[in-house]
């Protein structure tokens, strides 16, 4: 398999995080390993995980296995939101890191927002264990407009990503919006909407014009916006497959027709963890 070239990154509050990673949800054991160790061989510098996914073994083992080297690679975990409160979230930290096998991750999110635990002391913690070392970065998953704009009012240390569901058949306009306010990146999960992107005609119909497939068309959507994409895939062509988005550009009319696919309702996961009925 060829490898990909490398791949450009966003800025956001301090942070340089690779437009493309892999996610590893649902991937345990042998496969999730194996596809780690060859993602990194083929050219990916970013892997998302999650205390929650129960692969942090598997993906510390991949990434050892890749024979790349630590500094390279961009590695995200997630803090699953019972264990906010201050003390939990430092052990689940160092729990993280003892089964992934590093001394630190690049990026450590808040999974979900808890809203049994107060976010001053969540993020009070947050902040702690980034100053600690254990982590370089920090940031939020599944934040809705009005969480981000008090996560960013009571962290004292630069949040640089809010983690979200994004894709063309989701209208995530205003978290995004709210995200750029703030200096943070959009990090978009189910950026191919768990494969139905495949089976869109408006997708498969402009990739047809450039030689690409619909899901690279609907990735490349993503990262000409600069947000950054984690799909996740078990099999080894498609690792190629959802790499190669960084040699062709959307026109303007293409990345607007693409726009007119977006649904208020176009959701796929499950919001119920977050506590919240309302997104934004
Ligand atoms: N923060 C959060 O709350 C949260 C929530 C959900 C997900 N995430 C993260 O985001 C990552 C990605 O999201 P996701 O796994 O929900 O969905 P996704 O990446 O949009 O889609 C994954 C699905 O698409 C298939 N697929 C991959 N590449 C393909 C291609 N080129 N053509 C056709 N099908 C393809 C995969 O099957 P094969 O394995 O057969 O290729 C898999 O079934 C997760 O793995 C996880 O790391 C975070």
Redesign the pocket.
Same mark, same amino acid.
């Given at each position: 398999m060829s490898t990909v070239g490398s791949i450009p990154g966003v800025t956001a509050n301090g942070a340089k995080i690779p437009l493309l990673g892999l /996610? $590893?949800? +649902?991937l345990r054991g042998r496969t999730c390993a194996h596809i780690v160790e060859a993602a990194l061989r083929l050219g990916y510098r970013h892997i +998302?995980t999650a205390e929650m996914y129960d692969n942090e073994r598997d993906v510390g083992e991949g990434l050892h296995a890749s024979g790349v080297k630590r500094a390279d690679v961009f590695v995200t975990t997630?803090v699953w939101p019972s264990h906010f409160a201050p003390r939990e979230l430092e052990r689940a930290v160092r729990e993280s890191l003892a089964r992934l096998r590093v001394r630190q991750v690049d990026l450590l999110l808040l999974?979900?927002p808890n809203p049994q635990i107060p976010l001053r002391d969540t993020l009070g913690a947050l902040c702690k264990v980034k100053r600690d070392g254990l982590t370089r970065h920090i940031g939020v998953?599944?934040f809705t407009v009005k969480l981000v704009a008090e996560a960013v009012q009571v962290a004292t240390e630069p949040l640089v990503c809010n983690?979200v569901e994004c894709h063309p058949f989701l209208d995530q306009s205003k978290v995004i919006a709210a995200c750029r306010k703030h200096g943070m990146a959009v990090v978009a999960?189910?950026?191919?909407?768990? /494969?139905s992107a495949?089976n869109d005609k408006v997708l498969a119909r402009i990739g047809t014009a450039h030689g690409k497939?619909a899901?690279q068309v609907c990735l490349r959507f993503l990262v000409q916006q600069d947000i950054v994409v984690?799909?996740? $895939?078990?099999?080894e062509q498609?690792l190629s497959?959802?790499a190669a988005i960084f040699d062709f550009s959307l026109s303007a009319g293409e990345m607007a027709e693409i726009a007119q696919l977006a649904r208020r309702d176009g959701r796929l996961?499950d919001w119920s963890y977050s506590g919240s009925a309302q997104w934004d």
């Open positions: /996610g $590893t949800w +649902d +998302d997630k999974h979900w998953s599944n983690q999960y189910s950026p191919i909407a768990r /494969g495949r497939s899901p984690i799909p996740r $895939t078990s099999k498609r497959e959802n996961v």
